[in-house]
């Protein structure tokens, strides 16, 4: 992955959000695969775009009234952990 690790999530508008960018599509596809497993995992699944080699996510909680809440900083946190 390309990405620079030490890029946060920026919460803004009611959601967490970060771009991720790789060398190419399989290795961005391979990340998404990935956080789809762990968003499983976590009953929370992400708002999401992929264009080539770029992942963009958007987290929130629509439950909560789509606001960020716990859950969300959860998921991102296990997301940053992929890498």
């Known amino acids: ?3 620079n690790p030490y890029t946060m999530w920026n919460e ?4 967490l959000y970060q771009s991720f960018t790789f060398r190419d599509f399989s290795e961005a596809f391979a990340f998404m695969t ?3 497993l762990l ?3 976590h009953n ?5 775009t992929n264009t080539w080699n770029k992942v963009e996510i958007w987290l929130t909680t629509h439950d909560a009234g789509n606001t960020v809440t716990e859950k969300d900083r959860k998921l991102a946190q296990a ?3 992929l890498r």
Request: proline content about 5%; charged content about 25%.
């Open 1 to 3: 992955m390309l990405t």
């Open 12 to 15: 803004e508008d009611n959601t």
């Open 34 to 36: 990935r956080v789809a």
């Open 39 to 41: 968003a499983e995992q």
């Open 44 to 48: 929370h699944h992400p708002t999401w």
């Open 79 to 81: 997301i940053d952990n």
